[in-house]
């Protein structure tokens, strides 16, 4: 049993967890992920690590409310356990040598980016973040974001907050600027990830995706988190989950993707119904 | 006398069209009668060439005797003296390629059904008896076993018996390996698995789950750091193999680890389970192991209406147990045998819509010693289908390989150990199971499990 140490709403749909895993903490880095089972009925769901604390012992995680298991797991409060957390687990994201980077983060995929932003800044490099959400609700870890980087782009479709406009123009902005990027790394929705690529593939600028796919077991057993990459399959789990954005099959991966949406609809569903009349 | 019927004790199971509906277990189980009367088929044979036949080397002839003599608890320890998993062995080991094939009874006629007696003896045991064993005497020495397959359960169980302080450390959120996740119920209900387990915890092993061992803690941490002085690695099989045809990443599209991980491991064949799972008409299971057989009688029980093995070479040739191709066959899976996929097709939504195959007939012998199937020209077919289940094989998970300094592996991945104990390139490191052998029985797996624990005995004692 792993105990949740701290929780924060970062918005309506989005929670933060602190989780006492000390030596998942020891040897976690931006960019692995993380598997857990809220409990003994629960799937085993990944969740890419958002911070660590090596010194507490602790794991961040930042997690969107997008079916019944994040549903479940939304409905534990501080002090209370979870039945499984297992990792680090796949690659960590590689940072050596790179002097300028752009990360650029959609939604709560920006918990996800976080981690490396902050490591590129400590390790010297000059550090662009480009964040972009829906709306002004929606818009999480602004302060962190803004102390990780040098330059600060922050992003809303509908303009109630920061530009309006897509995290793509943005980065196109800043690239016309004159921005020489060695990697620009991105970590949102699919579709935003495919577009960032598309844009970044005209300037030839190499790009890191991180594939948030289907899995199971997390460790190369399963197959589940296959994708096309240059033609090649790759297990996300264990050969990801950072990817040549330039070389991933989006459409493919976006179909995968939708596997079990249906079910996924209807067990969340379900799962408020319960809890619901858990209250009552 | 001894009873010289020229036929087994049929087992009794449930009927084929109700069993391909629901999950429970296929096979029923001797009743008390039935073992006394098979088991003075038995010729007690001098030379006990059963004996040799089995991996694991259980005194056959001997609980046989007792079952004979309906002490059924003494022939239970007989087993149990070297067999750490004797309900499970009762019902998967392939009996008849080991102690059953070299049976004299098998002569003329059938040999003795030593399997089905062994599950009768295990069964009857975790039935009735309440007896706790005898805790051995501990000797304070850690030795960790990686991975909590047959191959870590035997190993961990041998050492513990020992006095060894033993932690099997398991990647999952529950211990058993395949007999958890591959094997389905029905084959191998769970709740014997968990009972097997209970026992080495009662024999004092300790299992830590969520251990990926290569990720969590390496084989050097364990051994410097946290003071084991011994790793068995049972780590087995690990990466679903693909045929690297167009179409393997379509919807519905499933290795067989991950369609039989869906159903066992997190048993989305129960309502209440909240992984879902492919909702398919017909299906079709490519490849024609154990594992296929698995697959596609799970198809069935969710549901399917048609589903196919389609498998390369000829009915001869297929490397699964004779009894589940029998079993597979009464429950109406269609064998398309000489058959080979060329691509699987989908639609506009990149969902499966069928199965391209062409017709293969079967030439000179290959390095297996199989005949090699070759394609026959302009015979390609299409089966429709919505799901389709790869079950080729699998190859080493590289992630123990990849954090350990010093242990050396075959050029494809499997770890190389010696195969009387298991001992690797690394000190006081040992081997065995599919992570050496690449994708084999539970039964090998277990055997090399008890040599490497007799191995790391020696080693520890000497060292």
Same mark, same amino acid.
């Given at each position: 049993?792993?105990?949740?140490?701290k929780?924060?709403?970062?918005?309506?749909?989005?929670?933060?967890?602190?989780?006492?895993?000390?030596?998942?903490?020891?040897?976690?880095e931006?960019?692995?992920f993380?598997?857990?089972?809220?409990?003994?009925?629960?799937?085993?769901?990944?969740?890419?690590?958002?911070d660590?604390?090596?010194n507490?012992?602790?794991?961040?995680?930042?997690?969107?409310?997008?079916?019944?298991?994040?549903?479940?797991l939304?409905h534990?409060?501080e002090?209370?356990y979870?039945?499984?957390?297992?990792?680090?687990?796949?690659?960590?994201?590689?940072?050596?040598?790179?002097?300028?980077v752009?990360?650029?983060?959609g939604?709560v995929?920006?918990?996800?980016?976080?981690?490396?932003?902050?490591?590129l800044?400590?390790?010297?490099?000059?550090?662009?973040?480009i964040?972009g959400?829906?709306?002004?609700?929606?818009?999480?870890?602004?302060d962190?974001f803004k102390?990780?980087?040098?330059?600060?782009?922050?992003?809303?479709?509908?303009?109630?907050?920061?530009t309006?406009g897509?995290v793509?123009d943005?980065?196109?902005?800043?690239?016309?600027?004159?921005?020489?990027?060695?990697?620009?790394?991105?970590?949102?929705p699919?579709?935003?990830?495919?577009?960032?690529c598309?844009?970044t593939?005209?300037?030839n600028?190499?790009?890191?995706?991180?594939?948030?796919?289907?899995?199971?077991?997390?460790?190369?057993?399963?197959?589940?988190?296959?994708l096309?990459?240059?033609?090649?399959?790759?297990?996300?789990?264990?050969?990801?989950?950072?990817?040549?954005g330039?070389?991933?099959?989006?459409?493919?991966?976006?179909?995968?993707?939708s596997?079990?949406r249906?079910?996924?609809?209807?067990?969340?569903?379900?799962?408020?119904?319960?809890l619901?009349?858990?209250?009552? | 006398?001894?009873?010289?019927?020229l036929?087994?004790?049929?087992?009794?199971?449930?009927a084929?069209?109700?069993?391909?509906?629901?999950f429970?277990?296929?096979?029923?189980?001797?009743?008390e009668?039935?073992?006394l009367?098979?088991?003075?088929?038995?010729?007690?044979?001098?030379?006990?060439?059963?004996?040799?036949?089995?991996?694991v080397?259980?005194?056959?002839?001997?609980f046989?005797?007792?079952?004979?003599?309906?002490e059924?608890?003494?022939?239970?320890?007989?087993?149990?003296?070297?067999?750490?998993?004797?309900?499970v062995?009762?019902r998967?080991?392939?009996?008849?390629?080991?102690?059953?094939?070299?049976c004299?009874?098998?002569?003329?006629?059938?040999?003795v059904?030593?399997?089905?007696l062994? /599950?009768?003896?295990?069964d009857?045991?975790?039935?009735?008896?309440?007896?706790?064993?005898?805790?051995?005497?501990?000797n304070?020495?850690k030795?960790?076993?990686?991975g909590?397959?047959?191959?870590g359960?035997?190993?961990?169980?041998?050492?513990?018996?020992?006095?060894?302080?033993?932690?099997?450390?398991?990647?999952?959120?529950?211990?058993?390996?395949v007999?958890?996740?591959?094997?389905p119920?029905?084959?191998?209900?769970?709740a014997?698995?968990?009972?097997?387990?209970?026992?080495?915890?009662?024999l004092g092993?300790?299992?830590?789950?969520n251990?990926?061992?290569?990720?969590?803690l390496?084989?050097?941490?364990?051994?410097?750091?946290?003071?084991?002085?011994?790793?068995?690695?049972?780590?087995?099989?690990?990466?679903?193999?693909?045929?690297?045809?167009?179409?393997?990443?379509?919807?519905?599209?499933?290795s067989?680890?991950?369609?039989?991980t869906?159903?066992?491991l997190?048993?989305a064949?129960k309502?209440?389970?909240?992984?879902?799972?492919?909702?398919?008409?017909?299906v079709?299971?490519?490849?024609?192991?154990?594992?296929?057989?698995?697959?596609?009688r799970?198809?069935k029980?969710l549901g399917?209406q048609?589903?196919?093995?389609?498998? /390369?070479?000829?009915?001869?040739?297929?490397?699964a147990?004779?009894?589940?191709?029998?079993h597979?066959?009464?429950?109406?899976?269609?064998?398309?045998?000489?058959?080979n996929?060329?691509e699987?097709?989908g639609?506009?939504?990149?969902?499966?819509?069928?199965?391209?195959?062409?017709?293969?007939?079967?030439?000179?012998?290959?390095?297996?010693?199989r005949r /090699?199937p070759?394609?026959?020209?302009?015979?390609?077919?299409?089966?429709?289908?919505?799901?389709v289940?790869?079950?080729?094989?699998?190859?080493?998970?590289?992630?123990?390989?990849s954090?350990?300094?010093?242990?050396e592996?075959?050029?494809?991945?499997?770890i190389?150990?010696d195969?009387?104990?298991?001992?690797?390139?690394?000190?006081?490191?040992?081997?065995?199971?599919?992570?050496?052998?690449?994708?084999?029985?539970?039964i090998?797996?277990?055997?090399?499990?008890?040599?490497?624990?007799?191995?790391?005995?020696k080693?520890?004692?000497?060292?």
């Amino acid at each position: 049993m792993y105990k949740i140490v701290k929780k924060r709403e970062l918005n309506p749909t989005v929670t933060l967890m602190e989780i006492d895993a000390p030596l998942i903490a020891k040897k976690a880095e931006p960019g692995q992920f993380i598997i857990l089972r809220v409990d003994d009925q629960g799937e085993r769901i990944p969740l890419t690590v958002a911070d660590f604390d090596r010194n507490k012992g602790t794991v961040t995680i930042i997690f969107q409310i997008v079916g019944a298991s994040t549903e479940l797991l939304n409905h534990k409060v501080e002090g209370e356990y979870i039945a499984d957390f297992v990792g680090p687990l796949g690659q960590a994201t590689h940072t050596d040598g790179l002097k300028k980077v752009a990360v650029v983060g959609g939604g709560v995929g920006c918990a996800i980016a976080y981690p490396v932003t902050k490591k590129l800044h400590q390790l010297g490099a000059e550090v662009h973040a480009i964040v972009g959400f829906r709306t002004k609700d929606l818009v999480i870890l602004e302060d962190e974001f803004k102390a990780a980087s040098s330059r600060m782009e922050l992003m809303t479709d509908d303009g109630s907050y920061g530009t309006k406009g897509l995290v793509t123009d943005a980065l196109k902005k800043l690239i016309e600027e004159g921005n020489q990027y060695d990697e620009v790394i991105t970590i949102g929705p699919l579709i935003m990830m495919k577009f960032v690529c598309k844009l970044t593939q005209q300037y030839n600028i190499k790009t890191t995706v991180s594939m948030n796919s289907i899995m199971i077991d997390g460790t190369g057993m399963c197959g589940c988190c296959r994708l096309t990459v240059g033609g090649k399959t790759k297990f996300a789990c264990v050969d990801g989950p950072d990817f040549d954005g330039h070389l991933v099959d989006f459409d493919e991966t976006m179909a995968r993707a939708s596997t079990y949406r249906d079910f996924e609809i209807k067990a969340h569903e379900h799962v408020c119904n319960l809890l619901k009349a858990e209250v009552k | 006398m001894p009873n010289m019927s020229l036929k087994k004790n049929e087992m009794p199971t449930q009927a084929a069209d109700v069993r391909n509906k629901n999950f429970s277990e296929v096979a029923l189980g001797y009743s008390e009668e039935q073992a006394l009367d098979e088991a003075k088929r038995c010729l007690h044979c001098k030379n006990k060439p059963c004996v040799t036949g089995c991996p694991v080397r259980i005194d056959i002839p001997e609980f046989i005797a007792k079952v004979a003599q309906g002490e059924f608890e003494e022939a239970y320890k007989i087993i149990q003296r070297s067999s750490s998993l004797p309900a499970v062995c009762g019902r998967v080991c392939p009996q008849e390629t080991q102690c059953e094939q070299v049976c004299v009874r098998g002569i003329k006629g059938e040999p003795v059904g030593i399997g089905r007696l062994e /599950r009768f003896v295990a069964d009857r045991h975790n039935e009735l008896s309440r007896q706790k064993p005898d805790q051995p005497k501990g000797n304070g020495r850690k030795v960790a076993v990686v991975g909590s397959g047959p191959a870590g359960l035997t190993c961990a169980g041998d050492l513990a018996k020992k006095g060894y302080s033993v932690t099997i450390f398991e990647a999952l959120h529950l211990a058993g390996g395949v007999l958890v996740y591959g094997i389905p119920e029905f084959r191998l209900p769970k709740a014997i698995v968990q009972k097997e387990i209970d026992s080495l915890k009662e024999l004092g092993v300790r299992v830590e789950t969520n251990m990926v061992i290569g990720k969590v803690l390496s084989i050097d941490e364990l051994m410097d750091e946290y003071g084991y002085e011994a790793v068995f690695i049972g780590s087995g099989a690990g990466l679903p193999k693909f045929m690297r045809i167009p179409g393997e990443n379509l919807k519905g599209v499933y290795s067989a680890n991950e369609f039989l991980t869906r159903v066992n491991l997190m048993k989305a064949y129960k309502q209440d389970s909240w992984t879902p799972i492919h909702n398919a008409k017909r299906v079709a299971v490519v490849g024609g192991g154990n594992v296929a057989m698995d697959a596609a009688r799970c198809a069935k029980r969710l549901g399917a209406q048609e589903v196919y093995i389609v498998y /390369r070479r000829s009915l001869a040739e297929l490397p699964a147990r004779k009894e589940e191709v029998e079993h597979a066959m009464e429950e109406g899976i269609v064998f398309k045998l000489l058959n080979n996929p060329t691509e699987i097709l989908g639609d506009d939504k990149f969902n499966v819509t069928g199965i391209k195959c062409v017709e293969m007939e079967l030439g000179e012998p290959d390095s297996s010693g199989r005949r /090699r199937p070759v394609e026959k020209n302009g015979s390609e077919f299409i089966i429709d289908v919505d799901c389709v289940i790869m079950s080729i094989g699998t190859s080493p998970n590289p992630l123990i390989k990849s954090t350990t300094k010093g242990l050396e592996t075959e050029s494809w991945g499997g770890i190389i150990a010696d195969e009387a104990t298991g001992q690797t390139s690394r000190k006081g490191v040992f081997a065995g199971g599919d992570a050496v052998t690449g994708a084999a029985t539970v039964i090998l797996a277990m055997g090399a499990g008890k040599n490497a624990a007799s191995a790391i005995d020696k080693y520890l004692t000497e060292k």
